[in-house]
Structures are given as C-alpha cells and as structure tokens.
C-alpha cells in the first residue's frame, strides 16, 4: 500500500513537472508571436498610416 502511494506522488510530481515545462513553452511562444506579429505591422504598415487612436489591427485593408 505504502509503494502504491509513493509511486502515485512520484507520477504525479512527473506529470505537474511536465505541466510547468509545457506552460513555460507555451508563454514563451506567445511572447514570441505577439513580438512577430507587431513586427509584421511595424513594417507593413508604416506610422504615417496608422491614425492616432487606431491599433494595428484596426488599419483598414482598402
């Protein structure tokens, strides 16, 4: 009975392991295309374009 629960805390202490690491990599990921994309804006869509209360995902395509 006792090895049954420590393996069940040693599985589950893995599993939350891998929980953060694939968190982290998420975040990371995000971080990385919320920078690409506003980099993508910035230059497809020069400042003088932009109106001073629009965002870049508000620029009209026409």
């Known amino acids: 009975m006792t090895r049954d629960l420590s393996d069940r805390r040693q599985s589950e202490e893995a599993l939350r392991k891998k929980h953060d690491e694939l968190d982290a990599t998420n975040r990371d990921l995000d971080?990385?295309?919320?920078?690409?994309?506003?980099s993508f804006f910035a230059k497809e869509f020069p400042k003088h374009?932009?109106?001073?209360?629009?965002q870049c995902h508000q620029i009209p395509l026409t």
């Open 31 to 38: 971080n990385f295309i919320y920078g690409e994309v506003h």
């Open 49 to 54: 374009f932009i109106q001073p209360n629009q």
